[in-house]
């Protein structure tokens, strides 16, 4: 049994498509097709289902997948024993991310990200809706949001803490609330699926539902709508810092803090093979905000 051939049926099995995991590992869409059909006629069964859209393991596909997986490590462990384990990422790197975290503290980085990776090419799609990375064909996504698949992996990147500001012309005009339901009485500004602001208080959680004239499903527009004085708003530290060391933005109700366990996550296929490329991603990006002291320095 060719250990080539195991690896391009796990990685089939974490993107379900031949030609990308094909890609990864440096082989043609004929190559790869032919790699699996002779991995399945040693095994005398079909591993892999074959659509026009994409791939899907059959039943004995899943049940062979640990112990192909299983393979491949022991083979990795043993080249590494002798020095011989190191791959040099390549290939191209295909990232999911939210539009606004993106832009701000993505991109900024990828030159540094890609001097120390030359052989790397990198393709993003930066969108604030949640992307499916298997049917998409991506190798990693950054959320914040809880990771509910149970085929998916998530690196703690970063904490994602979250404030309630407002514009000093806007409290100035329409006063500064001091507790939670006073916010019921102002004009706020909210973000597309975050429309119940939850609040620590001495009572316990309180949950809020503010009324506005304004909402937008991006962060930055949130948060420059309340910059311009269209109201108060819920806005993450990592997207309005600099507003708030400029003054722009004001953090209002600082005795009752929001309850949010949000953060910042590296998310990728679930597969105990991880491609060079993505660990090299998600270790970057790790050091790169360095445990939460990233949004102090900057």
């Not at 997948?65 to 393979?71: C, D, G, K, Q, T």
């Amino acid at each position: 049994m060719n250990i080539e051939h195991l690896k391009l049926f796990v990685r089939i099995a974490a993107t379900h498509n031949i030609s990308q995991a094909g890609q990864e590992l440096s082989l043609s869409p004929a190559v790869s097709s032919a790699y699996i059909s002779k991995l399945e006629n040693a095994l005398g069964v079909r591993l892999i289902h074959r659509t026009t859209r994409k791939v899907s393991l059959t039943e004995e596909g899943v049940a062979f997948l640990p112990h192909a997986e299983e393979v491949i490590e022991s083979v990795e462990a043993a080249r590494s024993s002798v020095g011989g384990g190191n791959k040099i990422p390549s290939g191209v790197l295909r990232v999911s991310a939210p539009a606004s975290f993106g832009r701000m503290h993505l991109i900024p980085a990828m030159q540094e990200f890609m001097k120390a990776y030359p052989g790397l090419k990198v393709d993003y799609r930066l969108s604030d809706s949640i992307i499916d990375l298997v049917e998409g064909g991506f190798d990693v996504a950054i959320r914040n949001a809880e990771l509910k698949d149970s085929s998916l992996v998530a690196r703690k990147l970063a904490s994602d803490t979250r404030i309630v500001c407002a514009s000093p012309d806007y409290l100035l005009k329409f006063g500064n609330p001091s507790h939670p339901l006073d916010l019921m009485e102002h004009n706020c500004v909210n973000l597309t699926g975050l429309e119940t602001w939850i609040f620590d208080t001495p009572e316990g959680s309180l949950s809020i539902k503010p009324k506005g004239e304004f909402k937008a499903d991006n962060g930055e527009a949130v948060r420059d709508a309340s910059v311009y004085g269209l109201g108060i708003t819920v806005c993450s530290t990592w997207c309005c810092y600099d507003h708030l060391q400029r003054g722009e933005l004001v953090p209002i109700l600082n005795s009752f803090p929001l309850v949010s366990d949000t953060a910042i996550w590296a998310v990728y296929p679930s597969s105990r093979l991880l491609a060079p490329k993505v660990r090299a991603f998600i270790d970057f990006f790790s050091d790169y905000f360095g445990n939460d002291t990233y949004w102090d320095k900057h």
